[in-house]
């Protein structure tokens, strides 16, 4: 159903809804991250060390909208939502290895390029296991998921298609983040090249639309979509190495297209497959 089609009130709700949730998540990141941002640049006096609680903008954002809306109960449900296991167990297979797949086949080229390429975790190989259950609760997904496609992107989906809407949370997603490219230290951002990060969030937020909506609108796919491509970049650096950054983008955008074009944009699901159920959303 397109947006012409839909009744217009409930046009109305679904803008309303998007508007005060996207207030909300930056009015609270942007809170914590503008003033650091802005001290950087010699545009404000220092500010005081605040606990980086910037990150979570998108998952208190929903909780606080889903609570106020449906009360306790409505919390509850958007929190089970990432322990639901009730889709076909073979989605967690590209929520967690089509991403190092990517980097991995980057990272060849970065190899072969002579590439100066140095892992942090050469010494101590532990550090790959305990890092992807850092990043899972305190690198990305857990601060941000319960809001971009726990609550983000199906009304935009219901307005755009599947395509249209995972285009949109992904440019949302990468807008949001443009504080963090000014703090130096502390983020992996900071003098990185925006637009090729822009790209590549907004590549990963379709893959991630496709996934999520072939795993009956369960979050933990996500979280752990979210989590593979953050650690698989972190742990193997390929971002530091040009041709295999543009590799990287490249088969970032290869791997969209022919999920787009194989499984439909209108809703990135076969046309002989089921529905989400989000009766319970």
């Known amino acids: 159903m397109t947006a012409e089609q839909l009744p217009t009130n409930s046009v109305q709700r679904g803008r309303r809804k998007i508007g005060v949730f996207l207030l909300?998540?930056?009015?609270?990141?942007?809170?914590?991250?503008?003033?650091?941002?802005?001290a950087a640049e010699g545009l404000v006096e220092s500010v005081p060390a605040l606990p980086e609680l910037g990150a979570f903008g998108p998952t208190v954002a929903a909780f606080v909208l889903v609570t106020y809306t449906n009360g306790i109960s409505g919390a509850r449900r958007l929190a089970r939502?990432?322990?639901?296991?009730?889709?076909?167990?073979?989605?967690?297979?590209?929520?967690?290895?089509?991403?190092?797949?990517?980097?991995?086949?980057?990272?060849?080229?970065?190899?072969?390029t002579d590439a100066?390429?140095?892992f942090p975790w050469t010494d101590n190989p532990i550090v790959?296991?305990?890092?992807?259950?850092?990043?899972?609760?305190l690198g990305g997904p857990v601060q941000e998921e319960f809001g971009w496609r726990g609550y983000l992107l199906d009304p935009l989906q219901d307005r755009f298609t599947a395509?249209?809407?995972?285009?949109?949370?992904?440019?949302v997603w990468a807008v949001w983040h443009i504080p963090l490219f000014f703090i130096p230290s502390e983020t992996i951002y900071y003098q990185n090249p925006f637009l090729g990060f822009a790209v590549s969030i907004t590549?990963?937020?379709?893959?991630?639309?496709w996934v999520y909506n072939n795993t009956n609108a369960s979050l933990l796919p996500a979280l752990l979509f979210h989590t593979s491509f953050n650690w698989s970049q972190g742990m193997f650096p390929i971002l530091d190495s040009d041709p295999a950054s543009l590799t990287f983008v490249g088969l970032l955008a290869f791997t969209t297209?022919?999920?787009?074009?194989?499984?439909?944009?209108?809703?990135?699901?076969?046309?002989?497959?089921?529905?989400?159920?989000?009766?319970s959303l």
């Open 128 to 137: 790959l296991p305990i890092a992807f259950g850092v990043i899972f609760f």
């Open 116 to 118: 100066s390429l140095s």
């Open 203 to 209: 590549l990963l937020s379709v893959l991630m639309t």
């Open 24 to 38: 909300l998540t930056f009015g609270w990141s942007w809170g914590f991250w503008g003033p650091k941002a802005l």
């Open 81 to 112: 939502r990432a322990v639901r296991r009730n889709f076909p167990k073979r989605w967690v297979i590209p929520a967690l290895f089509l991403s190092p797949i990517i980097v991995f086949t980057a990272l060849g080229v970065a190899i072969a």
């Open 163 to 171: 395509l249209g809407g995972g285009l949109a949370v992904g440019l």
């Open 257 to 279: 297209v022919a999920v787009v074009v194989y499984w439909g944009p209108a809703r990135l699901v076969r046309t002989d497959s089921p529905r989400p159920d989000r009766s």
